[in-house]
């Protein structure tokens, strides 16, 4: 869960889980007081760390995070609220897609991974074949969506403000003003982010995540949330690995180390190459 926005939640802690390390260590918790009271962390200290007692539990606590002033159980059950409502809406968004046979792509990434650009290369490729609609979300503006109108196809940018992720809610107001027709593709965007739209559920068929190879190959193993969620990993930028010291092989094997179903293609979506094998894998799943 996030402390800013209030998002996720402890089943969605994933591969990586929730115990909190410094330098390697284990933070040594005592096992009371952690259903009890609003100070969750003044127990807690690192071994080894010379009698620095006041370090905070960020995450070591039953609900994986440290929220100031809010008890684990607290936190727990805000959680608990936040996604149920959000399953909720989830399922509507989803009979809404099954109604109008609408295939729906979640595309999630760190910001920067080249997200959109990917869609507008997908846009143009594919939009002879299918119906295309994309929400997009952004924290502010709507850059993305303007972009994607400039294509053809009909975009909403859902803003998001200080939130981190979409949810199912955002997504089915979107829906409300987004022309569908029948047997359309949608791409819905996320917000940049590798940590909170993993634990949001928008009704979508598939999870995507977009890894750009300019972000390091350890980035599977740090936010292991996002890459245990996702269907497809597609490994974009690869134009520019000739210049880069770019382990992929590396990448693959950390991400199916959190993940050992998820399926990978390397694409440039500036170049085109291996896109062939997206668009394979979108007319496979759709049907
Ligand atoms: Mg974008």
């Known amino acids: 869960m996030c402390a800013t926005c209030g998002c996720g939640g402890k089943d969605a802690a994933g591969a990586?889980?929730?115990?909190?390390?410094?330098d390697g260590r284990e933070l040594h918790r005592h096992d009371h007081d952690h259903l009890s009271g609003a100070d969750d962390h003044h127990h807690d200290h690192p071994h080894d760390r010379g009698g620095h007692h006041d370090t905070p539990e960020y995450g070591n606590g039953l609900a994986g995070i440290h929220v100031p002033g809010l008890?684990?159980?607290?936190?727990?059950?805000?959680?608990?609220?936040?996604?149920a409502k959000n399953d909720e809406c989830a399922a509507a968004n989803r009979a809404r897609f099954a109604a109008a046979n609408v295939f729906a792509i979640n595309l999630m990434s760190s910001p920067g991974s080249g997200k959109t650009s990917l869609l507008v290369r997908t846009i143009a490729d594919l939009c002879h074949h299918y119906s295309i609609g994309?929400?997009?979300?952004?924290?502010?503006?709507?850059?993305?969506?303007?972009?994607?109108?400039a294509t053809g196809v009909p975009a909403i940018q859902v803003n998001a403000g200080k939130g981190?992720?979409?949810?199912?809610?955002?997504?089915?107001h979107a829906l409300d003003e987004l022309p569908l027709a029948s047997g359309s593709l949608l791409f819905i965007e996320n917000v940049g982010n590798l940590v909170c739209p993993a634990a949001f559920d928008l009704g979508e068929a598939f999870k995507v995540v977009v890894f750009s190879v300019t972000e390091g190959e350890d980035k599977?193993?740090?936010?292991?949330?996002?890459?245990?969620?996702?269907?497809?990993?597609?490994?974009?930028?690869s134009d520019l690995i000739p210049h880069l010291?770019?382990?992929?092989a590396r990448t693959?094997?950390?991400?199916?180390q959190v993940?050992?179903?998820?399926?990978?293609?390397v694409v440039s979506a500036r170049s085109g190459e291996g896109m062939p094998n997206f668009y394979a894998w979108i007319a496979k799943h759709r049907a």
């Open 16 to 22: 990586g889980g929730s115990m909190t390390r410094i």
């Open 220 to 237: 599977p193993i740090k936010y292991p949330d996002m890459f245990a969620v996702a269907d497809l990993m597609l490994i974009n930028k």
């Open 245 to 248: 010291e770019f382990d992929l």
């Open 134 to 149: 994309v929400v997009e979300g952004d924290q502010q503006t709507s850059n993305d969506a303007e972009r994607i109108r």
């Open 164 to 172: 981190c992720h979409l949810d199912a809610h955002m997504v089915g």
């Open 259 to 265: 993940n050992p179903d998820i399926e990978v293609f």
């Open 252 to 256: 693959i094997e950390y991400a199916r």
């Open 71 to 83: 008890s684990q159980q607290r936190i727990i059950q805000i959680e608990r609220n936040i996604l």
